[in-house]
């Protein structure tokens, strides 16, 4: 399988991020997981076709570095010339959000499907082929809001996305020997960022725990810099470490 980090970044807007997105291919479209704001020049820039997407995964609709060019996908499904699109584009959520592609059509009316349907589905806690790939979830907690983490499969190798999360034992569930994980680390400690985000000691602490054997952090506020977040990480976790950049690609 390919993973192909399309977006990198947070509410705090930059340049060289958009916001969080990521895709993941075995053959066909692929999935993507998370379209965030930016996220569809991204797919441009990559020479990945959105338009042929087989799922889309919201790790948590809530917050709109999450889903903000969502809107504009459908739109561009229903408008972009040449382009008819008419195959299903299922659409996996976490329990709970099941009511947030309505909420996106009724503030957004042209967005509506006008030759597909959009199947919306709450996931459990249970395999799910995708794409001819193994997709599993695990709840997160990110404060009050629902939110879900990705694990992927393909012929025994594995790599997870956390999403948006505190640190917990449902993170250390979710990492459990990974190829490669990609987890948000928000800002390094002591920077007075919220608990309901990871940050760079607890990330390295989650990580030597599930004994990922590789880290990719992404997510980054400007709270502290890479050196000071790397060095917390090394206070728990010894494997290879990475920031990761928009466009990055990994096979596995």
Not at 131 to 157: K, Y
Not at 171 to 190: I, W
């Amino acid at each position: 399988m390919k993973f192909t980090i399309l977006g990198t970044g947070t509410a705090a807007l930059c340049r060289s991020r958009a916001c969080c997105a990521y895709h993941v291919v075995k053959t066909g479209g692929g999935v993507g997981i998370d379209m965030g704001a930016g996220v569809l020049a991204r797919y441009c820039d990559a020479g990945i076709d959105f338009m042929e997407l087989d799922a889309l995964v919201l790790t948590h609709p809530a917050h709109v570095d999450h889903v903000g060019d969502l809107p504009m996908l459908l739109f561009s499904m229903n408008y972009t010339p040449g382009r008819i699109r008419k195959r299903p584009l299922p659409i996996y959520v976490p329990k709970g959000e099941g009511g947030f592609i309505k909420r996106v059509f009724d503030a957004f009316p042209k967005s509506h499907p006008k030759n597909f349907e959009v199947p919306v589905f709450e996931v459990e806690e249970k395999a799910y082929n995708l794409g001819g790939l193994v997709f599993n979830f695990v709840s997160m907690t990110h404060g009050t809001v629902p939110a879900v983490g990705v694990r992927i499969e393909d012929n025994g190798r594995q790599v997870a996305v956390t999403g948006d999360t505190e640190a917990g034992p449902w993170v250390v569930r979710l990492l459990r020997d990974v190829d490669l994980a990609v987890m948000h680390c928000a800002f390094a400690e002591g920077y007075g960022g919220p608990e309901t985000h990871l940050n760079g000691v607890s990330t390295g602490r989650m990580a030597a725990e599930a004994q990922v054997r590789r880290l990719i952090v992404t997510h980054r506020y400007p709270l502290g810099t890479d050196a000071e977040v790397l060095s917390q990480i090394r206070q728990s976790y010894g494997g290879p470490v990475s920031f990761a950049v928009d466009l990055d690609a990994h096979v596995l």
